[in-house]
């Protein structure tokens, strides 16, 4: 329990470190999750735009977060960061987020005793002391959670496996084609000008 308290708590002060400069260049920050993984703490930090974000965005958007990150240094030891679009399980954090998805299905993980607990169903109302949960099941009666109560939330969407795997593949043919496309742009040369372009020496023109 204490080790997910300081997990919070970081990310915390990394939202609060980046959010005002990431809004200054027009991003929204969703959320940021840290974890462990791989023996070293992870940090993923959801980004989006009004229009959705483009790689070139999240290329922009890390050099700003890495400058900001080395000057403040909030993360004691070694991690790993990750910039990330908000994807099919929008993470949901404020409640404009919240108020946004009213009617759609959400997955929270909630404090609770020694291990957080899972609540999944549609939410039928955000207010201001918290949220109201539809759970699945034609018995079950509606939860309302508060906002401290609430450690993650995401959207829980509906999707077809093959589809996530056919929109995966598109997403990497697409990272590949602006990935080829800035290469050439970066090395293609100034073309020469012709010769036959060129007034003749001495004409006077």
Do not use: C
């Not at 908000?86 to 954090?93: F, K, T, Y």
């Amino acid at each position: 329990m204490e080790k997910q308290e300081n997990t919070r708590e970081l990310a915390r002060r990394v939202l609060t470190l980046l959010e005002p400069e990431l809004q200054r260049e027009g991003y929204s920050l969703l959320d940021v999750r840290i974890f462990q993984g791989g023996g070293r703490l992870q940090i993923r930090i959801y980004l989006d735009t009004p229009d959705g974000i483009t790689l070139d965005q999240v290329a922009s958007a890390s050099r700003t977060v890495s400058i900001l990150m080395d000057e403040a240094d909030p993360v004691p030891g070694r991690y790993v960061m990750e910039i990330s679009s908000p994807g099919i399980r929008r993470p949901l954090r404020t409640p404009a987020h919240f108020e946004a998805v009213v009617g759609e299905k959400v997955d929270l993980k909630l404090a609770g005793g020694q291990r957080p607990r899972r609540l999944r169903g549609v939410l039928t109302t955000s207010g201001e002391t918290g949220l109201a949960i539809q759970p699945a099941g034609e018995d079950a009666a509606p939860v309302q959670v508060a906002w401290d109560e609430i450690l993650e939330a995401n959207l829980d969407a509906d999707f077809d496996p093959r589809e996530l795997i056919n929109a995966d593949r598109r997403r990497r043919k697409e990272e590949r084609r602006e990935a080829r496309a800035r290469k050439k742009k970066k090395g293609r040369a100034p073309r020469p000008r012709r010769k036959k372009d060129a007034a003749p020496e001495g004409s006077g023109e």
